[in-house]
């Protein structure tokens, strides 16, 4: 992709003075396994092309995927006019200005030049061990390279390119089954044969799952499960739009201890122990955010338009794409669960009764002021008894406040992963241990 | 476009590929959204390419470029065949695509109101009006709604001479209001929660009559604040038809995708409890309950002339009198059943490959008046309108949350309840329906958010309902 170009054509076209251009470019690949074969395969080029034009207030949005030069004009004058129909939004400030960027490597070219057949070879270790185990395997390998550009009429030229590998797998036995997972920018962060004998360890000690009473119980959370704890607080309200309207568990919260101490939550999207990315998609530099410190709500994150409605404030870096649907407001997407002090296995050893938990799914918002969120664990759930995991259960569902539930937690993990978000971006969480948690009903 | 459909097909089986399709698509979609009397999205997005799908031996390869240029279809034709080879490196069982389909035609969304020939001027007009009305009342915290125009026009083509071209139009829109106290946030939209949406012309959107409605839904959201708390017990339930249609969506819908009961969606989307052996052979509700997937009823957002693969639009039972009697399928899976594909092979973009979904599956309607209903059910809660959903991998064990309830008492609907939540497992639940509202009352909704695949594919899917009523539901799941 030349954004640049593609920049320059599309500015030269438009008939609003303040305008913006961001383009991304899209290789991507997946390969997708089940049964122990793979059954889809594919891959995609794709270009997305959003200009937003200003005319006083008024902003119009135009998307495309054509980059031709008639089109990237006719581009340009679909965002105009959509801008000009409208009456005033005193709300918006205008376009961000410039603002010094520090460039973070985060592309591997073993990503980018990925094959078909080294991903085959990848997935099928996966599925050949899950085969000698008697045992089914599904799940996904994901390789992709992705170049973004940022530019506007008040001076902001932006670019970045990055890579993403993603690799997981649920494994099945007679009545039991396992999860892994592993993401980084780089390839070798994808371990196949590790995911693979993760996923069969789960699926060996899941074997015969009992029925199981919902209640309060002591969890410990593998990191798919606490990944859902952190996306789902970012979704309910770790964006300061949704603090402005007042739908956000941070509401009333703000300088307040809500959390344990041992709590602290980051959004940084310049640590390449991420998956780093330097700047949001206005173009403007990612702060590192403390969301939470120490337990204490300290500040969600802005971008220029909620900035904007508040005085003194400035954007944080974390503008999401505009979109003619509406404002979905900044979002965090590099959030790191600081690691504490405690192993999974001391987790276990110090916990009299309580559940181990693999992970967590089709979680929804029940409230969303008090992060009440719904869902069921799944691939691997089990009764921890006097120190040890004593027996696998059937699935439960839960309905509990994530907010609450990091009231109470007591350990945070030494080790962190780092995991795709199905928001977008990626989180790198520990396991948790907490006190309490609810359960509502179970499965069959 | 056929000398560009025709020359990929050609290089597909020069390379080796047994069979190949080819789709080319062109997106529009118009939206217009305001919240707070302030625009919040006023725009356009174009796409277009073409997604290439080859079966070599047993193996599948997908390639697709947003490029449409004759050196990027050779170049993506052969990455297609080159992927499928390496598929093969982990090979599965033998691919049966059965009979050959050769459709050719063209289908038009039939409409009476082209919705791009609608001004934005004019959509801008029709959603500050109902802005307008909802923010009247004070209560009203936040207040918004938009209106979306689709239009896709796709071509495709297979290596057994079909050749189709179908121009699809969408409609839709929504408002909602939201009240928000010290502690909570209560929302009220209309007409349903995930925008009102379905195959149709711009008519379909001044249907659902917006400016009529915003008084009420914005007086709704405020009244929620002080309602009493849906109480948790077990009780008679019966949901409002938007309610029912989600609930058909997740607990009948989804596991009878059979791709699911395969397995190929194990790792991401999930199983199924509907498992072969159970077609014809198992009791899925009560007598009363009659479920239809069918891509020909209008207004559907599973409507269409041909589904992905070219197979032509269709109506076929899922449940027959409470009794589980068919999946829905596409070529390869139907011919491991010895069976048809049923034409639920369907893609949201140029840039994804097929997979099985819905199309429109409904409930058929019953026989009763639902004012008699109400009138019939001495203790129980009526909800109304979804705001939370959640089912297990199986599709067994759900909990949905809606936006609003009134307690039944005496036959007489009673006092508003906030917060409601009811929960179940899918077979037991159905088979506790025993009143259905009748035709009168039956209304094909559209879900246009159903996630399902890797990379994750976004589709609209119909669901006809009428109002229902379900013993011995647990509700009120958490106070």
Known sequence: MNFRAIAEVVMNASPAKEIEVLAMEQNESLTRFANNSIHQNVTERNVQITVRSVIGTKVGIAVSNDVRRDSLRELAIRAFDAARVQPDNPEFKGLPAQQAITPVGAFDDAVAECTPEQRAASVGSICRKAAASACSAAGSMTTSSLEIGVSNSKGILAEHRFTMADASTVVMGKNSSGWAQGTGWRLKAIEPEALADEAISKVRMGVDPIDFQPGDYTVILDPYATADLLEMLAFDGMGALAVQEGRSWMNGRLGQRIMADSVTIIDNGSSTAGMPWPFDFEGIPKKAVEIVASGVAMSPVYDSFTAGREEGKQSTGHATPPSPQGRFGPAPMNLFLMPGSTSLEAMIKSTKFGLYITRFWYTRTVHPRDAVVTGMTRDGTFVIRDGEIAHPIKSLRFTQSYVEALKYAEAIGVTPRLLRSGFGGAVSVPPVKLAKFRFTSSTR | ?479
């Open chain 2, 1 to 479: 476009m056929k000398d560009f459909t025709s020359h990929a097909m050609n290089i597909a089986m020069a390379e080796g590929a047994r069979y190949a399709d080819i789709r080319i698509l062109d997106h529009r979609e118009q939206v217009v959204s305001v919240k707070n009397g302030n625009v919040d999205g006023v725009g356009d997005q174009y796409s277009q390419g073409f997604g290439i799908r080859v079966l070599v031996d047993n193996s599948w390869g997908f390639a697709s470029s947003a490029y449409l240029e004759k050196a990027e279809i050779e170049r993506v034709t052969s990455l297609a065949v080159k992927i499928a080879q390496a598929s093969a490196r982990v090979p599965g069982e033998p691919v049966d695509l059965g009979k050959p389909v050769t459709s050719v035609g063209k289908y038009t969304t039939p409409i009476q109101i082209d919705p791009f020939s609608i001004s934005l001027e004019q959509k801008l007009d029709l959603m500050f009006r109902a802005d307008e009305i909802m923010r009247r009342n004070p209560g009203v915290k936040v207040s918004e709604g938009n209106v979306i125009s689709v239009r896709n026009h796709k071509f495709f083509s297979n290596t057994e001479e079909a050749f189709l071209e179908q121009v699809i139009y969408e409609s839709g829109g929504a408002i909602a209001a939201t009240a928000i106290s010290d502690t909570e946030v209560q929302i009220r939209s209309h007409p349903n929660s995930f925008r009102y949406q379905g195959t149709g012309g711009w008519e379909y959107v001044t249907g659902a009559d917006f400016t009529g409605n915003a008084e009420r839904v914005a007086e709704e959201a405020v009244r929620l604040l002080s309602a009493d708390v849906c109480p948790s017990k077990e009780t008679t339930l019966i949901l409002d038809s938007s309610q029912l249609a989600l609930q058909i969506h997740e607990s009948c819908g989804h596991p009878t995708e059979l791709d699911r009961v395969f397995g190929t969606e194990a790792a991401f989307a999930g199983r199924s409890f509907l498992t072969t052996e159970k077609r014809n052979n198992f009791r899925y509700g009560s007598d009363i309950v009659n479920l239809t997937a069918d891509s020909v009823r209008q207004t559907g957002l599973g409507t269409f002339g041909w589904d992905d693969e070219g197979v032509p639009a269709t109506s076929t039972p899922l449940v027959r009198n409470g009794e589980f009697v068919g999946y829905l399928m596409s070529r390869e899976t139907a011919s491991r059943l010895g069976l048809e594909s049923n034409g639920c092979m369907r893609a949201d973009g140029w840039n994804r490959i097929p997979l099985i979904r819905m199309t429109n599956v409904s409930v058929e309607a019953g026989t009763w008046n639902f004012e008699d209903m109400i009138a019939d059910t001495d203790d129980g809660i009526f909800m109304e309108t979804n705001r939370s959903w959640s089912i297990d991998d199986m599709r067994l064990n759900f909990q949905f949350g809606t936006e609003v309830g009134y307690e039944i008492k005496g036959g007489k609907r009673g006092s508003l309840l906030k917060n409601c939540t009811y929960a179940g497992i899918t077979p037991d639940f159905w088979k506790s329906c025993d009143a259905i509202a009748n035709a009168r009352h039956w209304r094909l909704w559209g879900t246009p958010n159903c996630g399902k695949g890797e990379p994750m594919q976004t589709m609209g899917t119909g669901h006809g309902a009428a109002p229902a009523r379900f013993r011995n539901v647990k509700v009120g799941v958490f106070r």
